[in-house]
């Protein structure tokens, strides 16, 4: 769908706010010309001495009622005007906010967090624009003009009328010359401001990294290239500008000027009385304001279609996550899994992250599954939560395809914690409770608890009502492990799902959280997905992942004498910890 036809849906939600705004715009326009006539007349009546003090006093009062009207209906049209576009605002920003929350992880992979951002501030700012202001200036416009050169025409003349339309003619014609130009120019800026908001967002979220590695000077180079980007392209826009508006004045100038001449000129001769020169002086000056309204208009109509168009992407974007017609009705899960010859492999990608997977988790099964990175265990965990579509008949849960299973039934029932970590900038109290409908404390103290956060978190000045910071950047790495842990934990779920979520703690917290976790998930499914084989040893099945296959599945004694890729790892890594026992004795 092009710019305009995908704005006009908004626009005619509104359409009689647009219309009172339009009708009162014409009103205080139509209103606004007769000034000049009364002014016109009470000079004819002075010159020829033919006017009363009372025709006077009633031409004056006509003007001040004219004034009145004026600003009242100045007042309307930019509410009405104004106003909606500022509601076709919210309405954009919210329904793009709730677009982008349907969209799937592939959507996010492939669109940066600046690029979005911008489009949420500048972009939807340039749509306001052209929604409110322009559509005023163009309206306003055509409107003034049609009513004072209908009264110059009928009251002055008609040939000092056409000459003073010579400049609108101009316009119509750069504009047609110029708009395209305008529009390109405008959508290469905003794309460049994506990509420096997109740069900035990613310098302050890894300032850590940028700082340990020394590497300031190289991120502010790399700033000041793009900024100077954004601005050659800005630049490139504000020269056109700076050269097509004095050239607008200019022309508008000489225009009025040759008018005035002209119209003295006929005064003189007295082809036109001395009061009509006065009123078609004023004429000329009302004239100015709509040249330069078009000019503003075909500005603010480039920007806000170059915007509308980014706007646009966005909520024209499709989800390939999503419900399907063959959805069932389904409120909770027991927990069972089933994976039947899954074979899964990322878009754009020809080789398969996961290869013929065949394996059955009864309800109630804590399966852990461990293997080296990049194998694909995280990715077999992220198809539990349908991030990502597979094909039919491959992952069951409770004999249901996950296909058919309604998104928020399947999400509602799983508890998962990320590998990341991710920790909203808000009090701890509030980031335990995320997944909750209610900040039930005894619940939230239960949970922390369990993940062996609660000790910490009473340490902490503010306890629970703590702030985290952005990422959670004031904590350390093991203390936002154990809150995502207990922020799980609070759920409740039939299917808990932990990836690599000890990997910052230390082996005795780790202990202690894993037998938490045997007595509080007792009955409920939990997969863990680990490197440390302590972290897996007690688990009722093991699972080893290679190359995306299963390699090897059982317990811990079972995997042991099979003398495979387990027991190879569980040998390094314990000859590892012996190794670094020696060293720390030998300190």
Not at 151 to 177: D, E, F, S
Not at 353 to 365: E, K, Q, R
Not at 477 to 498: C, D, E, F, V, Y
Not at 499 to 521: G, K, M, P, W, Y
Request: charged share 20%.
């Amino acid at each position: 769908m092009k710019p305009l036809p995908f704005i006009m849906q908004y626009v005619r939600r509104y359409k009689y706010r647009y219309i009172a705004g339009i009708l009162t715009l014409f009103a205080v326009d139509a209103a606004s010309v007769f000034i000049p006539k009364l002014t016109g007349i009470i000079t004819d009546g002075l010159t020829a001495r033919s006017i009363t003090w009372s025709s006077i006093r009633t031409c004056l009062l006509g003007i001040f009622l004219i004034g009145l009207l004026l600003a009242v209906g100045r007042f309307l049209w930019r509410y009405f005007l104004f106003g909606t576009a500022r509601i076709i605002e919210r309405e954009l920003r919210n329904e793009m906010f709730s677009h982008l929350e349907t969209m799937d992880v592939e959507y996010y992979n492939s669109h940066k967090t600046g690029d979005l951002m911008t489009r949420f501030t500048s972009d939807l700012n340039a749509v306001r624009m052209a929604l409110g202001p322009a559509v005023i200036c163009i309206f306003d416009s055509v409107v003034m003009t049609l009513l004072v050169v209908c009264q110059m025409m009928y009251y002055v003349n008609i040939k000092l009328t056409l000459l003073a339309l010579i400049p609108m003619v101009i316009i119509c014609l750069g504009y047609m010359h110029y708009g395209k130009v305008l529009d390109d120019l405008y959508t290469e800026r905003q794309d460049s401001v994506s990509n420096l908001a997109d740069f900035v967002q990613e310098s302050f979220s890894g300032i850590r990294v940028i700082k340990a590695f020394v590497r300031k000077q190289a991120e502010i180079l790399s700033f000041s290239k793009k900024n100077q980007d954004t601005m050659d392209k800005s630049m490139r826009i504000a020269k056109l500008e700076a050269i097509l508006i004095p050239l607008l004045d200019v022309i508008i100038g000489f225009s009025s000027l040759a008018s005035l001449l002209y119209g003295g000129y006929l005064a003189l001769i007295g082809q036109i009385t001395l009061g009509r020169f006065v009123a078609f002086n004023q004429y000329v000056n009302m004239l100015v304001w709509p040249m330069l309204a078009c000019s503003e208009a075909a500005v603010m109509f480039s920007q806000g279609t170059a915007s509308i168009r980014r706007v646009q992407e966005i909520l024209e974007a499709q989800t390939n996550v999503k419900d399907t017609a063959s959805v069932t009705t389904l409120d909770t899960l027991h927990g069972d899994i089933r994976f039947d010859h899954l074979t899964f492999t990322h878009l754009g990608n020809t080789s398969p992250v996961l290869h013929d997977i065949n394996l059955d988790i009864p309800s109630g099964t804590t399966l852990a599954i461990i293997g080296r990175t990049g194998n694909g265990k995280s990715t077999l965990v992220n198809l539990l939560l349908r991030l990502y579509n597979t094909e039919p008949g491959m992952i069951y849960l409770d004999d249901h395809d996950i296909n058919t299973i309604p998104l928020k039934t399947l999400r509602e029932n799983i508890a998962y914690v990320p590998q990341d970590n991710f920790l909203f900038s808000d009090t701890l109290k509030a980031n335990i409770a995320f997944g909750t409908k209610s900040q039930d404390m005894s619940r939230i103290i239960a949970a922390a608890k369990s993940a062996c956060i609660h000790d910490n978190i009473a340490n902490f000045p503010d306890n629970y009502d703590t702030i985290v910071g952005e990422r959670g950047v004031t904590l350390s790495g093991g203390q936002k492990q154990r809150s995502s842990i207990a922020r799980a934990l609070i759920k409740n779920a039939p299917i808990l799902i932990l990836d690599d979520s000890l990997s910052a703690v230390d082996t005795d917290t780790e202990e202690h959280i894993l037998h938490n976790l045997r007595d509080d998930r007792k009955g409920k499914t939990t997969i863990l997905i680990a490197h440390r084989i302590s972290t897996v040893q007690h688990a009722d099945l093991i699972m080893v992942l290679e190359n995306g296959e299963m390699k090897e599945l059982g317990t811990h004694t079972e995997l042991i004498q099979k003398n495979g890729i387990y027991k190879d790892m569980f040998e390094k890594q314990q000859l590892e910890a012996s190794i670094g026992e020696q060293e720390v004795a030998i300190r």
